[in-house]
């Protein structure tokens, strides 16, 4: 077994034990944490982190980021109960329009990487702006609602959330994740996408248009902050204009506990839905532990910052095995 395909499984052992110690913590020492209602709240908030964490795993494999997936999920979600609630579209067109819009933001962050040839980081660091401003500014900064689980006629929250205790949201989670698991790992686009990130330019001598297959991985991560947006709608049924601010790092950082690298090349879905359960534990276990939300804040960055570390390490120790078998 390769080297870097036993320290993907180390690091997601690793993520699988730091998740157990996070539960039977927050069920130790938080309030009511260790009950069925806690664990429908903790699968609701990992719904939507878990579709834009999907996403952006095909876009770090590459070597790339996306830094707009919070205020695309929100731009997009807005647009879409402004036509719900203002023009009277029918739901279910609204929310096809809301995936529609996010992945055609997704995939103008690719075309800004790949044709443009701006750094992903500057790219997608604009986008984050451009689309926080773009859904206050055609909203009129007004909060726009969708159907929530307390109107008994409405399908939304039913379908998208939970029907009663069962977590229908749980379903939808599960089989994204396993198609998104057959593209990466059996197809061509995976492949690709495998390739570009560990030598881009072995690949575009091999004669492969690198710039579509990387397009490609940003319109997928676009697709799932659409549907991301669709689950977050289904949580929070108020969506407010200009935030969305820091979506994107609880779901990076997702990634990166999981075991993919920001230097590209290395990755794995089944340990990034364990980093996003790590996430949303972590959310839901602070709130039951009564921390004001700048503690919550506070240690989500430690979070952060503790799994770039990890990752930079292990890239680190990856060169240094390279250079003495050299």
Do not use: H
Request: aromatic share 12%.
């Amino acid at each position: 077994m390769p080297d870097f395909i036993k320290k993907i499984q180390l690091q997601k052992l690793l993520a699988f034990g730091v998740l157990v110690l996070l539960y039977i913590t927050f069920a130790i020492f938080g309030r009511n944490f260790f009950s069925p209602d806690m664990a429908l709240v903790i699968l609701a908030s990992a719904y939507w982190i878990g579709f834009l964490a999907i996403g952006v795993t095909f876009v770090i494999i590459t070597g790339g980021i996306d830094l707009s997936l919070g205020t695309s999920m929100i731009c997009s979600a807005i647009i879409g109960g402004m036509l719900f609630r203002d023009f009277s579209l029918p739901l279910w067109l609204c929310l096809i329009i809301v995936v529609l819009i996010a992945t055609v933001i997704g995939i103008i962050n690719g075309l800004l990487v790949t044709r443009l040839k701006l750094p992903p980081f500057i790219a997608t660091l604009g986008m984050m702006m451009v689309t926080r401003g773009f859904g206050s500014i055609i909203t009129g900064t007004t909060a726009k609602t969708y159907p929530s689980l307390l109107d008994e006629t409405a399908w939304f929250a039913k379908v998208f959330l939970r029907n009663g205790s069962f977590p229908t949201g749980l379903i939808w989670l599960i089989v994204y994740f396993i198609i998104a698991l057959i593209i990466l790992n059996k197809t061509k686009l995976g492949r690709y996408i495998f390739a570009i990130g560990s030598n881009e330019e072995a690949v575009r001598l091999s004669g492969i248009n690198v710039a579509n297959w990387k397009c490609a991985a940003y319109a997928i991560s676009g697709f799932s902050v659409g549907l991301g947006a669709i689950f977050f709608a289904a949580l929070s049924t108020t969506i407010n204009p200009g935030t969305g601010n820091g979506f994107e790092l609880e779901a990076i950082a997702g990634v990166i506990i999981g075991g993919t690298s920001l230097a590209g090349g290395v990755g794995s879905l089944s340990g990034t839905m364990i980093g996003v359960f790590i996430m949303a534990v972590l959310k839901t276990g602070l709130s039951s532990m009564s921390l004001p939300a700048p503690f919550q804040l506070f240690f989500t960055g430690v979070i952060v910052l503790l799994a770039v570390w990890l990752d930079m390490y292990r890239v680190k120790k990856a060169n240094e095995v390279k250079k003495i078998k050299g």
